[in-house]
């Protein structure tokens, strides 16, 4: 589904992503893990085609070569990104957002009892108040509402690729659970693929990866099982990555 060659990423002239080598297949759970300032954001963010990044590389999604692409058309290509920090917009609900999103992506007009059941039915999957679907999106939301509500959007668009950048940030024992269950049953129901990026495991407890990936000084250092993770939380970072003379891709 998602292949990446030898990415190499800058901003500024600052070298973020150093020849990074990844690849998913439809349906596999994949986990980036690492300390901060590796460039685990940097690459969801140029998979979603942010431009203020210069790239090199490949980077392509069912053979296509999303480098090209901008933003909506990636998006519109079924890949989607669950921000670390989602921001708030002023005067758009949640409900003409996704609306006018799938109308877009469809290329047609939205049956809105349809849609409307769907939304309403997503929001009760997430224990989530109905009445914020027509406030303003994310205005006034904590931290963990505004995760919750990432997700009503995976829910409702329907991606093939999911990118979860710090989904479990912010977000209390309760709630991850809520945001997880939703998750796997999404993933379940729609054989997706999961990229996974994040500095503890907490969430891979509930989210279990086929494969863990750790990222340092911006490459792929060593890739393991769910077991690696484990590791991480017991031994640190320190003590699980190899030096990069010895990359594992």
């Known amino acids: 589904m998602l292949i990446i060659k030898n990415l190499k990423v800058s901003v500024l002239d600052k070298k973020i992503l150093k ?10 759970i994949h986990a980036i893990m690492g300390p901060n300032g590796t ?29 090209k692409m901008t933003t909506d058309e990636v998006a519109r290509l079924g890949i989607f990104l669950a ?8 005067g758009v609900s949640n409900a003409d957002m996704l609306r006018t999103a799938l109308s877009i992506r469809e290329g047609k007009s939205i049956n809105l009892f349809k849609f409307v059941n769907e939304l309403e039915n997503a929001y009760d999957e997430l224990n989530f108040d109905k009445n ?7 205005e006034g939301f904590s931290g963990g509402e505004r995760k919750k509500n990432e997700i009503i959007g995976m829910k ?4 093939s690729l999911i990118i979860l950048d710090e989904i479990d940030s912010g977000v209390d024992v309760d709630n991850l659970k809520i945001i997880s269950k939703n998750i796997l049953k999404y993933k379940k129901e729609s054989n997706a693929s999961l990229l996974i990026i994040t500095h503890y495991p907490h969430i891979l407890k509930y989210i279990k990866p086929d494969y863990v990936h750790i990222m340092n000084n911006g490459k792929i250092v060593k890739t393991g099982d769910y077991n690696l993770a484990l590791s991480i939380l017991e031994n640190g970072y320190e003590a699980s990555v190899v030096k990069e003379d010895n990359t594992c891709e």
């Open 83 to 90: 921000m670390q920090y989602p921001i708030s917009i002023e």
């Open 19 to 28: 020849g990074l080598n990844l690849e998913i297949n439809d349906g596999e």
């Open 132 to 138: 914020t679907i027509h406030s303003s999106i994310n």
């Open 39 to 67: 460039g685990k954001s940097t690459l969801s963010k140029v998979i979603m085609r942010d431009e203020n990044y210069s790239v090199d590389g490949i980077v392509k999604y069912n053979g296509e070569d999303i480098l």
């Open 156 to 159: 409702m668009l329907k991606p």
